[in-house]
């Protein structure tokens, strides 16, 4: 990452939060609370950027992108979205970011000294187009040192999979930031992110307002991505148990939301976008496993009834899409399920281990075979599987 600012000081302020001597007497809080997010959803990158109080712009060569919400830049929001094509950031292999600071908005702006514009640019790596090595992480459950360390252990990430619950319960608005923080600081900015909501992001009054602070379709936390030789389906649950629960005091519909995300799949099955020409590798991800029996308990005849849906959205996997991997979480154990109704092997691949342990899945997409670890902190792989391609 380089600087391009007038006051070297000023620049170092922006991520570390010092002070610059002439700001001593006020110490200076920096723009970005962390590093950018670049996550993949269909074939644009949504760069998602933490920076409260504050204009961003973002350049990609002589092309400038903004984030206005009709024609008026935000600056109380704490995130910023640009969406950008693609083949535009993978061409050029660096972005540009512009914040100026702006704590008080006022009617007419001149009635405030403005504050100066600080720019900082990042290196941005596509995906290979072989052996391609992706680094798997969910159940973080508001935790972040052990897991990053997980992460940058693992050696090189050419995609970092968030695969949900990165939050406990959504009970206060900073935990909405807590996957863009923790994609930041693994990714540095410069490399691509897919992200999926766990059932615990549907817990607490700030649930809502998830699809606000994390990539999306239009809104929906399910889609389709094409990064390179990897097309990917991103799924979405909801939550793990009915929605007839106390416990959820009729405040969700997930049943309904399922069945909206299966007319989702069968229009996409349809459009065929799997087939494209140079996709190598097709892959499900979804943070609850619903292809297995581990994931819900079966005993229940309501549960039994109202996740039979699962059934159909295996079967359309099986018979249309036929997927090579299937990377889920939720059961916070790292494992690899193989069924005779589900086309694919299921890569479990997180296990929380306490406030300093954590284990993820490295995935490295090879030729004939997909190799997984399952490492932890400190980059001791606990095992190794190779999992050989199933293709004609």
Not at 303 to 314: A, K, P, Q, T
Not at 318 to 344: A, E, V, W
Not at 348 to 372: D, H, M, N, T
């Amino acid at each position: 990452m380089k600087f391009r600012i007038a006051n070297v000081l000023s620049a170092l302020c922006l991520f570390c939060g010092m002070a610059s001597a002439e700001d001593q007497k006020a110490p200076a809080q920096p723009l970005l609370k962390v590093p950018p997010a670049v996550f993949a959803v269909g074939e644009e990158y949504q760069i998602l950027v933490l920076a409260p109080d504050t204009l961003v712009r973002l350049r990609i060569g002589d092309q400038f992108y903004s984030d206005h919400i009709n024609g008026v830049r935000p600056s109380r929001k704490s995130v910023h979205r640009f969406r950008i094509p693609m083949a535009v950031l993978d061409q050029a292999g660096k972005y540009e970011l512009f914040c100026r600071k702006l704590p008080k908005r006022l009617p007419y702006m001149h009635e405030t000294a403005p504050e100066p514009e600080l720019s900082c640019s990042y290196d941005f790596r596509k995906i290979p187009e072989k052996d391609i090595r992706i680094y798997h992480l969910s159940d973080t459950h508001d935790r972040f040192e052990a897991p990053v360390r997980a992460a940058q252990a693992s050696g090189r990430i050419d995609l970092l999979v968030l695969n949900g619950d990165i939050t406990d319960k959504m009970v206060n608005a900073g935990q909405l930031e807590y996957p863009c923080i923790l994609a930041g600081r693994i990714s540095g900015g410069s490399i691509p992110v897919i992200y999926t909501r766990g059932n615990h992001e549907l817990r607490g009054e700030f649930a809502e307002f998830v699809q606000d602070y994390t990539p999306n379709r239009d809104g929906k936390l399910y889609y389709t991505v094409r990064l390179g030789p990897i097309w990917a389906l991103v799924l979405d649950c909801g939550e793990d148990k009915v929605d007839e629960l106390p416990v959820y005091g009729f405040a969700i519909d997930c049943a309904r939301h399922r069945q909206e995300v299966l007319d989702y799949m069968k229009r996409v099955m349809d459009e065929g976008g799997f087939k494209a020409p140079g996709v190598k590798y097709k892959l499900v991800i979804s943070h609850v496993p619903f292809s297995s029996l581990v994931a819900f308990r079966k005993e229940d005849e309501l549960m039994r009834r109202r996740f039979m849906i699962y059934g159909d959205w295996c079967k359309l996997l099986r018979t249309k899409l036929m997927p090579d991997l299937t990377l889920c979480g939720h059961l916070h154990q790292t494992q690899i399920l193989r069924s005779n109704f589900y086309p694919c092997p299921v890569i479990v691949g997180s296990r929380p281990g306490g406030a300093q342990k954590f284990i993820g899945a490295s995935i490295e997409l090879k030729e004939k075979a997909a190799v997984v670890k399952f490492s932890d902190q400190d980059g001791f792989a606990e095992s190794e599987t190779v999992i050989p391609w199933n293709k004609p």
